[in-house]
């Protein structure tokens, strides 16, 4: 009798055990991490500079054009013909290489990307298991936090945690 109500004792104690959980604002700690902040001016200024390149080589290729048209107009129709599909490749060509140039920058933004968030996450995980918790879930937009009490918010500490290590 005494084990069956020790047992349903330790039985009550431990499962009135709480978990200890917390939850992360994904989008504030992703807009507030200066290593994402950093990849994202780096691949704008990329993009910027690719349009700029795209910009003068379609002001060098129109001129092109122009000065094509004035000549093809004292040419044979077969010659400027040739001259003309001859053109036309060289554009072609021109704007599949700078569509190429394009989707690189942008899988090179990806790659980095994903691995902010990778290591976003093995930060998270750290601190919640150096911290005791047993869960920590995202909110923000399109997180599954819907509400949570502002003391169980620890994403300030998480992006000081990142930013800081970041700096080194």
């Known amino acids: 009798?005494?084990?069956?109500?020790?047992?349903?004792?330790?039985?009550?104690?431990?499962?009135?055990?709480?978990?200890?959980?917390?939850?992360?604002?994904?989008?504030?700690l992703m807009n507030e991490y200066q290593e994402k902040i950093d990849i994202e001016t780096k691949y704008k200024e990329k993009a910027e500079a690719l349009g700029k390149k795209r910009?003068?080589?379609?002001?060098?290729?129109?001129?092109e054009a122009t000065e094509f048209q004035t000549r093809a107009q004292s040419m044979s129709q077969n010659a400027a013909q040739q001259e003309y599909a001859q053109f036309q490749q060289r554009g072609q060509q021109m704007g599949q290489q700078l569509q190429m140039e394009d989707q690189q920058l942008q899988i090179q933004g990806q790659t980095e990307m994903d691995?902010?968030?990778s290591k976003v996450k093995k930060e998270i995980q750290a601190?919640?298991?150096?911290?005791?918790y047993s869960y920590i879930l995202g909110g923000g937009e399109g997180g599954s936090v819907l509400y949570g009490k502002?003391?169980?918010?620890?994403?300030?500490?998480?992006i000081t945690i990142l930013n800081n290590k970041y700096k080194k």
């Open 1 to 28: 009798m005494k084990k069956l109500i020790l047992g349903i004792t330790l039985l009550t104690i431990l499962s009135c055990k709480q978990e200890k959980i917390a939850f992360v604002d994904n989008v504030k």
């Open 55 to 63: 910009d003068s080589i379609s002001q060098k290729f129109q001129a």
């Open 115 to 117: 691995s902010v968030v």
């Open 127 to 132: 601190y919640g298991k150096a911290n005791g």
């Open 150 to 158: 502002e003391t169980h918010d620890i994403t300030t500490e998480i």
